[in-house]
């Protein structure tokens, strides 16, 4: 059974690079789910699709953010990787990491990890 | 970018009540649809996919319907469990988008 968990830094100063990482447990990324994205979620508030990379390795991000916003993964650790830069108040929330298997929708989350950005 | 409208906002409902929430689309998606579970503090829980196929693992009096750009999803006989938010996330087309949610809670 495939987990998910995302680790980094709980708080980001204004403008600086806000770097997350999912590890991938129980499975491997280069096979079994299709896509392996970001969400992330203002407190209070609705979700909002960051981007995915495909099992192939090309990637798709929402364009609200997509010149700040890198997906990539490494195979060697079994991990996928984001990066926003520039951050400010506004990139505060609890970003999930998620997989998209065959039925095309997010079916396996990682618990969230809360970023705050703040002076 | 497709919008996503949720209705209504917020519902309360008994425990055995039936219960529907409806999720319109800006424009066509077909049925590449999903629908998701959140519980405070929890991450989102797939429950259906391709707007009305039930994922696996997940309760029967939970179903979704719908095509184009109206879908419903209906909890048969609501559980103390099944106190939540609920969301609708299109997939047709990027940027993949999330309606704002629908609040169930106790009456």
């Known amino acids: 059974q495939v987990q998910l968990q995302e680790s980094g830094p709980g708080l980001v100063k204004p403008s600086q690079t806000l770097s997350l990482t999912c590890t991938v447990s129980?499975?491997?990324?280069?096979?079994?789910?299709?896509?392996w994205g970001w969400i992330r979620q203002p407190a209070g508030k609705g979700l909002e699709w960051i981007g995915h990379i495909y099992i192939s390795g090309s990637t798709n991000y929402n364009p609200s953010l997509k010149s700040r916003v890198t997906i990539s993964e490494d195979r060697s650790k079994n991990q996928f990787s984001l990066k926003v830069t520039s951050v400010t108040a506004a990139d505060t929330a609890v970003y999930y990491c998620?997989?998209?298997?065959?039925?095309?929708?997010?079916?396996?989350w990682g618990q969230g990890t809360m970023v705050t950005v703040s002076s | 970018d497709i919008q996503m409208t949720q209705s209504p906002s917020t519902l309360s409902a008994s425990v055995g009540d039936r219960v529907t929430i409806t999720c319109r689309a800006s424009q066509s998606i077909s049925s590449w649809l999903a629908w998701y579970q959140q519980k405070p503090g929890k991450a989102p829980k797939l429950l259906i996919y391709?707007?009305?196929s039930l994922e696996s693992g997940v309760p029967s009096r939970f179903s979704g319907s719908g095509s184009g750009t109206e879908f419903t999803l209906t909890i048969t006989s609501l559980q103390p469990d099944d106190f939540a938010i609920f969301y609708c996330?299109?997939?047709?087309?990027?940027?993949?988008?999330f309606g704002r949610g629908t609040k169930v809670e106790i009456k």
């Open positions: 998620a997989a998209v298997g065959s039925q095309n929708a997010f079916d396996i």
């Open positions: 391709k707007a009305s």
């Open positions: 129980g499975g491997f990324i280069g096979s079994g789910s299709i896509y």
């Open positions: 996330q299109q997939y047709n087309s990027y940027p993949w988008t």
